[in-house]
């Protein structure tokens, strides 16, 4: 069955240290993943999407097919990027396709 | 911001009362989706829309129903509310074409007393 794990529920970095958002994942055929982010009240937005390979406000993330990962990446936090991060995973079977969301990660960046 | 809009965006309703919530988009895209988000359990999908009056359940699909009769106007339905539905509802749209990126409207908070 199509999962997505996110382990952290909540995960607290001082400004300018690394940041590392854990993000694993189930998936029978071969996977796509993305990266949402929502600041405080508001949307969700797309942050990164691995067939991309990009960059985005100093992010990264890589695809590790063989231990099932997606972590998401960045070398010095800011304050800025406190905010709920989302890993999904696209599952598509027959006609239909969706998106599967792991429950979160909060990161707080302090200063 | 992708053209998509929710309303209402805030709602107290009372248990038992129906209640009605569109997402309209200005994109022209075909698939359509409602998720709820409470914490602790993040995104959860309730329906979905892959065209104009073709929906399909998701996993938390109890209790709610949709209709699509125009490709620009999703509608979620609870037909009787309860305190359980208490909830954030955002909507998404997403493209035939380019990459399978959803984009959400600014959701709605629905408190159901």
């Known amino acids: 069955a199509q999962r997505v794990t996110q382990p952290e529920k909540l995960l607290s970095v001082f400004k300018g240290a690394p940041v590392e958002l854990k993000c694993n994942y189930s998936?029978?055929?071969?996977?796509?993943l993305f990266w949402y982010v929502q600041y405080s009240r508001q949307r969700l937005q797309l942050l990164l999407r691995h067939i991309s390979r990009e960059s985005i406000k100093g992010f990264t993330a890589d695809l590790n097919k063989g231990e099932t990962s997606f972590h998401l990446k960045k070398p010095f936090a800011q304050e800025e990027d406190s905010a709920m991060y989302y890993c999904a995973l696209r599952h598509v079977q027959g006609g239909s396709e969706k998106l599967v969301f792991g429950k979160g990660t909060k990161l707080t960046v302090n200063p | 911001d992708a053209g998509i809009t929710q309303s209402p965006r805030h709602k107290v309703t009372e248990t038992g009362t129906p209640v009605t919530l569109r997402c309209h988009q200005t994109?022209?895209?075909?698939?359509m989706y409602w998720y709820r988000q409470d914490p602790g359990h993040g995104l959860r999908l309730i329906h979905y829309?892959?065209?104009?009056?073709?929906?399909d359940k998701g996993e938390v699909s109890d209790g709610y129903s949709v209709s699509r009769s125009k490709t620009e106007d999703f509608l979620l339905t609870l037909e009787s509310a309860t305190s359980s539905q208490t909830s954030v509802y955002f909507c998404?749209?997403?493209?035939?074409?380019?990459?399978?990126?959803?984009?959400f409207g600014p959701g709605t908070r629905l408190t159901v007393t």
């Open positions: 829309s892959y065209g104009v009056k073709d929906t």
């Open positions: 998404a749209i997403r493209g035939d074409i380019g990459g399978y990126e959803q984009y």
């Open positions: 994109e022209n895209h075909r698939y």
């Open positions: 998936y029978s055929g071969s996977p796509e």
